[in-house]
């Protein structure tokens, strides 16, 4: 009986090591994510500083979305 409940014990801590493990992993992730989301909205704050007032939402005219070989 104590042998058993010794590899039940040693089995749950082998799982609860897994699961540490799987943990870091998750918030190293979660950070990097993090990171790049801030990066990203950087980003469009500066591309959107850098966009005319207007919007830049000028009528064009569709000849001028032909392709080249026409």
């Known amino acids: 009986m104590a ?3 010794q590899e039940r014990l040693e089995a ?5 090591a ?4 799987l943990i870091d992993q998750l918030n190293l992730t979660i950070y990097r994510q993090q990171q790049q989301i801030d990066q990203l909205a950087r980003q469009v704050a500066q591309l959107r500083q850098q966009v005319p007032d ?6 064009r005219s569709l000849r001028d979305e032909l392709p080249p070989h026409y």
């Open 12 to 16: 749950l801590e082998i799982k609860a």
């Open 54 to 59: 207007g919007g830049g939402a000028a009528v």
């Open 3 to 5: 042998q058993q409940t």
């Open 18 to 21: 897994y699961a540490e493990d």
